[in-house]
């Protein structure tokens, strides 16, 4: 496998967050959205077995049983990460996969919860949501909408209403897009979207959704890699 990182920091982008969690972070994306905070996974990373993945996140976790392997995106090397997640599970882990929602999830393991991105219009990767995943999604999962204006929001909301999204997973996570060129601040005023504007239309529409910010970035520098 094409590995970029594999540490441990706070879970910050689901209904995980605030939880200690190992970062599995694999190398290589095919899409290109416009506000990619995971650009340096692009290329490069280390050639890595299974077994040595295995045994490398087994030694970063200590006594933290939550994995979550990510990327780039990870199913673009499903031949390999498919055994792996099975391998954690196997050892008793919870085992999360972020996604984008543009490969097919239909071998992801079912006990695996899967973090599905559905693209937004102003995300650069619009269009991309492999419909048919839909159907892999099982009760345990979350689907997640990274929104930079009210373009993605309506799109999102409109989404998450026709597809009747909050009856079938556990969250539907709308999350404000953070500026690429954030830096320093560890603050709201860093993302694209005022996350209280955000609010403000989730309970207007009275949306079942989770209002998401990426607390890692509130946490650290919005630019620090590894954490
Ligand atoms: S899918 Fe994720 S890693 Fe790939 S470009 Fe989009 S945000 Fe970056």
Same mark, same amino acid.
């Given at each position: 496998?094409?590995? +970029?990182?594999?540490?441990? =920091?706070?879970?910050?982008?689901?209904?995980?967050?605030?939880?200690?969690?190992?970062?599995?972070?694999? +190398? /290589?994306? !095919?899409?290109?959205?416009?506000?990619?905070?995971?650009?340096?996974?692009?290329?490069? /990373?280390?050639?890595?077995?299974?077994?040595?993945?295995?045994?490398?996140?087994?030694?970063?976790?200590? !006594?933290?049983?939550?994995?979550?392997? +990510? *990327?780039?995106?990870?199913? @673009?090397? &499903?031949? &390999?990460?498919?055994?792996?997640?099975?391998?954690?599970?196997?050892?008793?882990?919870?085992?999360?996969?972020?996604? =984008? *929602? &543009?490969?097919?999830? $239909?071998?992801?393991?079912?006990?695996?919860?899967?973090?599905?991105?559905?693209?937004?219009?102003?995300?650069?990767?619009?269009?991309?949501?492999?419909?048919?995943?839909?159907? $892999?999604?099982?009760?345990?999962? &979350?689907?997640?909408?990274?929104?930079?204006?009210? $373009?993605?929001?309506?799109?999102?909301?409109?989404?998450?209403?026709?597809?009747?999204?909050? @009856?079938?997973?556990?969250?539907?996570?709308?999350?404000?897009?953070?500026?690429?060129?954030?830096?320093?601040?560890?603050?709201? =005023?860093?993302?694209?979207?005022?996350?209280?504007?955000?609010?403000?239309?989730?309970?207007?529409?009275?949306?079942?959704?989770?209002? *998401?910010?990426?607390?890692?970035?509130?946490?650290?520098?919005?630019?620090?890699? *590894?954490?």
């Amino acid at each position: 496998m094409q590995i +970029t990182e594999i540490y441990k =920091s706070l879970q910050g982008e689901s209904s995980y967050s605030g939880l200690p969690c190992v970062f599995v972070r694999l +190398t /290589g994306c !095919n899409l290109r959205c416009s506000w990619c905070d995971s650009e340096y996974t692009f290329f490069g /990373g280390r050639r890595m077995s299974v077994d040595e993945v295995l045994r490398e996140a087994e030694r970063a976790s200590g !006594n933290c049983r939550l994995v979550e392997i +990510t *990327g780039g995106e990870p199913m @673009l090397q &499903e031949r &390999e990460v498919v055994p792996l997640m099975e391998l954690l599970l196997e050892r008793g882990y919870t085992v999360l996969l972020e996604t =984008s *929602g &543009e490969r097919p999830l $239909a071998q992801v393991p079912r006990d695996v919860v899967k973090i599905v991105d559905v693209k937004c219009p102003h995300s650069g990767a619009a269009g991309t949501f492999r419909m048919e995943n839909l159907d $892999a999604l099982a009760e345990r999962d &979350e689907v997640k909408f990274v929104l930079s204006d009210r $373009a993605d929001y309506e799109f999102a909301r409109d989404f998450v209403r026709e597809q009747g999204l909050s @009856l079938k997973v556990a969250a539907v996570i709308f999350s404000p897009a953070f500026r690429k060129e954030a830096t320093g601040a560890r603050d709201a =005023s860093q993302c694209l979207l005022d996350p209280r504007q955000l609010a403000e239309w989730v309970l207007e529409d009275e949306l079942p959704v989770r209002l *998401g910010l990426q607390l890692h970035k509130f946490v650290w520098d919005p630019a620090e890699k *590894g954490v």
